[in-house]
Nanobody, 124 residues
Framework: QVALVESGGGLVQAGGSLRLSCAAS????????MGWFRQAPGKEREFVAA???????GYADSVKGRLTISRANNKNTVFLQMNSLKPEDTADYYC??????????????????WGQGTQDTVFS
């Protein structure tokens, strides 16, 4: 079992930055892939970024060049650095873990554990 707790969300002006953190507890963090998804009001949850156990990353086209996913295995933590934020980035952001393999995965069904979410609001 894995427990995930996100932090770092908040209110920011367009063009600003936020850094989300996700602390994982339970099984060996350095053996599995991690991801971030988001859900905007009235929309379905969508993939944002993912990182493999070995540090390979993948991003949604809408966030490439602005958001960066990273992990600190010695701290059981994954991060999402968000720069040049836009109002359309407003959403609840969810951290997720894939314990079945250690690759980069981009669909919800490939992840088995989810955090409670953290709300980010970007105003213009």
């Amino acid at each position: 079992q894995v427990a995930l707790v996100e932090s770092g969300g908040g209110l920011v002006q367009a063009g600003g930055s936020l850094r989300l953190s996700c602390a994982a507890s339970g099984r060996s963090f350095n053996n599995y892939g991690m991801g971030w998804f988001r859900q905007a009001p009235g929309k379905e949850r969508e993939f944002v970024a993912a990182i493999s156990a070995g540090g390979i990353t993948g991003y949604a086209d809408s966030v490439k060049g602005r958001l960066t996913i990273s992990r600190a295995n010695n701290k059981n933590t994954v991060f999402l650095q968000m720069n040049s934020l836009k109002p359309e980035d407003t959403a609840d952001y969810y951290c997720t873990a894939n314990l079945r393999d250690n690759g980069v995965r981009t669909t919800e069904t490939e992840y088995g554990y989810w955090g409670q979410g953290t709300q980010d609001t970007v105003f213009s």
